[in-house]
């Protein structure tokens, strides 16, 4: 597993101390992005990206940040507004010149791209006239409201197996956008393109491997950010047993439910040492990370997360299904995260991708 | 079950879905298959439609106004409900509080609350569970103090499902502190409208509002409004739960949630392709659907025992404890079913006229009740409590 350095253990600290000190952060006007500002001044916003690239930290920065965000249940959309656009521009400034200033306003906060994933709904693009058309729909951009820009991958309508990435301003004349909340708290835009005319500028070309590459990123860092609800739940649910007494003693007396406890602090040591297989995959090969790799630390993290998250209910009894009581957001939050970005069915085709069809 | 009997209950089946296509309003159908929980009005709605036909307490013996179905005809009722689409109706006063007072009230109990409980004119809230007494209810502390006729009631009940808009309580309460806990419990009927008496509403993590803390500050109930004698309370609770011994399964509403897969089989594309064409979700509803078959015929099989079967109560608590793990794996296949979907929050018919439109027509619903049924491991016994009954008829103490 990952032993932190000193500089991280203080990151860690301090987004802790951070997260559990503040007040509820939503406000109506920037909703999810209110304490934006905030993590801006705390260096969270470049925290993803390695100071050679112009930020402040890497993958275990990243993760670290993560990870405090689960635990606190916290409802900025870091992994699709921060992580997601800053490593993919970190990679692409270099080539393209207007993105290296749209990297350092991303960073200090004045300018939030959120990032989208494919989903069952595609974009396709179109080249006419030296401008883009483009067609379909985004769907499940958390945090698309409040953004400045989304950044997204869309197919050659002639030949889906060509895909380019785009970076398009919400105010695009035509660009039609839909709030809907969601269970966890946030919010999710869909988009939708109907013939949508476009400058060629949006398009960044030669940058598909750096878009997946920080797909790769952001999927590891809802990882952390499931191991971090999990921790939370799991704790949470070790101190109830212990307060909660029924049949005249502390549930922490009943043999079954000591077991329970036990598998649950199982699983959530699995998840951790899962998610340290996601940040390796992230560090040896930081230009193509090992998607079986980053597959597998996702696949193992929803199984922990689903053990950990019907365990931790059922431990605390109806009280749990109450709003008021945090657990059920942290229940929900992990829900909201295992399906976003390839549920258990998308991720385990991946780690058995490279397996071979057998012979005749 | 005999041919003879096999039959009857096919035609009786028939009989049940010719009434019920004839009479359920298409729209209170397209709220209620949506799976949030029903609106008071469309329980009165539908309540008053069977009260029509002499179908609200179907199980009720014939003398109280019931039709006197057996269990079968019952669960078979039930199924055909849900599968048309029916709002689900609180169990709370014909299930429940009914039968107790029939079977054990006085003459003007029964001349009181039976009619108006059939014609779903009288909604009732259960008050067992308390903020320090779930599991072990029998430690419930909630008090009743002798106070001439009346008695005083104090303390408070919580999790009581649609206790916001019911006119009467029925409560388990503490008329004596000093023997065995169980035997100091009297089952007493409030008016929920009696000074004293406060409802609060509790939000659950489904988004909805059905459950609720009620707080009871020197609430005078009258002593005539006590079932039975003092001390009988826990041997009604019993009885109210053997009651609903195979209805706690909760076979029919598995049926709903099969009912509910097979379409979105057909309407969730992956892909490109219809899920039904999927083998990793037709392997899962496979195993599923020989769950519930196999938890049908277990449910017939319990019913066709009689009182005297040793291990009986275990064969309920067995019922209770596949039943609910089934319907929590089948509300997991519908949330994965529908993927991403399953993050949007949908609010219930009532609350909300519209739906986002990037939400499809087949996900409202699921993803809340999906949530909600985390809870049904958890209500009416949890399932720790159904291991312990089943392993202390099993392994006998001492």
């Known amino acids: ?360 | 079950m005999a041919d003879a009997a096999a039959a009857a209950l096919n035609s009786f089946r028939e009989e049940s879905r010719a009434f019920i296509r004839a009479k359920l309003p298409p729209a209170l159908a397209a709220r209620a298959r949506q799976g949030f929980h029903s609106s008071k009005a469309d329980q009165e709605i539908w309540g008053r439609l069977l009260y029509a036909r002499g179908w609200s307490a179907p199980a009720w013996p014939k003398e109280w106004g019931g039709a006197g179905w057996s269990a079968a005809q019952m669960q078979a009722f039930d199924e055909e409900c849900y599968l048309a689409g029916a709002p689900e109706l609180s169990w709370n006063g014909v299930r429940l509080v009914g039968p107790v007072i029939y079977t054990f009230g006085s003459e003007e109990q029964k001349q009181r609350f039976l009619e108006p409980i059939l014609r779903w004119e009288m909604f009732w809230g259960q008050g067992f569970s308390e903020p320090g007494s779930g599991s072990d209810l029998a430690s419930l502390k909630t008090q009743a103090l002798s106070a001439g006729d009346d008695y005083v009631v104090n303390g408070s009940k919580i999790w009581m499902t649609d206790g916001h808009f019911a006119d009467w309580l029925f409560c388990l309460v503490r008329t004596d502190a000093s023997g065995r806990k169980q035997q100091g419990i009297s089952f007493l009927l409030l008016d929920a409208k009696s000074p004293g008496v406060e409802i609060r509403p509790i939000r659950s993590i489904d988004n909805q509002h059905t459950l609720n803390q009620v707080f009871f500050t020197d609430v005078r109930v009258p002593k005539a409004n006590r079932v039975g004698p003092e001390g009988a309370g826990w041997s009604y609770a019993k009885f109210l739960l053997a009651n609903e011994r195979t209805s706690s399964a909760e076979a029919p509403r598995c049926k709903f949630y099969l009912q509910r897969l097979h379409r979105l089989a057909q309407c969730v594309m992956r892909a490109g392709r219809p899920l039904a064409q999927d083998p990793l979700f037709r392997m899962r509803l496979a195993e599923l659907e020989a769950d519930l078959l196999a938890l049908e015929a277990s449910v017939l099989s319990v019913l066709e025992q009689n009182d005297t079967q040793a291990d009986l109560m275990a064969q309920a608590s067995m019922l209770k404890l596949v039943g609910s793990h089934l319907l929590q794996a089948m509300g997991q296949l519908m949330v994965d079913a529908i993927g991403p979907d399953a993050t949007l929050l949908c609010a219930p018919p009532h609350e909300a006229e519209e739906q986002p439109s990037s939400v499809p027509s087949y996900v409202p619903g699921i993803t809340s009740d999906y949530l909600y049924r985390r809870a049904s491991t958890i209500y009416g016994g949890s399932a720790e409590i159904q291991r312990n009954l089943i392993s202390s008829i099993l392994l006998p103490a001492g």
């Open chain 1, 1 to 360: 597993m990952f032993v932190l350095t000193s500089t991280q253990q203080q990151l860690e600290a301090s987004a802790q101390r951070y997260l559990a000190e503040r007040a509820a952060p939503v406000s109506e006007e920037r909703g999810l992005y209110s304490a934006w500002p905030q993590l801006a001044d705390l260096g969270w916003l470049g925290a993803a990206v390695p100071e050679e690239a112009g930020g402040y930290g890497g993958p275990v920065e990243m993760a670290v940040l993560a990870r405090a965000i689960g635990a606190a249940f916290a409802p900025e959309p870091y992994l699709s507004a921060c992580v997601l656009p800053t490593v993919f521009l970190s990679r692409t400034q270099t080539t393209v010149e207007p993105l290296q200033a749209l990297f350092e306003r991303v960073v200090s906060g004045g300018s939030i791209v959120v990032g989208a994933m494919d989903g069952e709904e595609t974009v396709s693009f179109e080249r006419i006239a030296g401008r883009i058309r483009l067609n379909g729909t985004l769907k499940h951009v958390v945090g698309g409201a409040g953004a400045q820009s989304i950044l997204f991958s869309a197919a050659d309508a002639k030949d889906p197996s060509r895909q380019t990435v785009l970076l398009l301003g919400r105010a695009a004349p035509g660009l039609l956008r839909e709030s809907a909340p969601t269970i966890d708290g946030r919010e999710s835009s869909t988009f939708r393109f109907s013939a949508l005319d476009v400058s060629s500028d949006c398009e960044i070309r030669q940058s598909l491997q750096a878009f997946a590459a920080a797909r790769e990123v952001a999927i590891v860092g809802q990882c952390a950010e499931m191991v971090g609800a999990m921790e939370r739940l799991f704790l949470m649910t070790r101190d109830y047993l212990q307060q909660r007494k029924q049949f005249g003693q502390p549930l922490s007396g009943f043999q079954a439910l000591r077991h329970r406890c036990a598998d649950m602090y199982v699983e959530y040591q699995q998840s951790r040492a899962a998610l340290s297989v996601g940040l390796r995959a992230l560090i040896d090969n930081p230009l193509a990370p090992a998607t079986r790799l980053v597959s597998a630390c996702k696949l193992r993290v929803i199984k922990s997360a689903r053990n950990i998250g019907s365990q931790a209910i059922q431990l605390h009894g109806a009280i749990a299904l109450t709003e008021e009581y945090p657990l059920g957001r942290g229940y929900k939050r992990l829900l909201a995260l295992e399906k976003a970005w390839g549920d258990s069915a998308w991720h385990a085709r991946r780690v058995v991708e490279a397996l071979p069809s057998g012979q005749g």
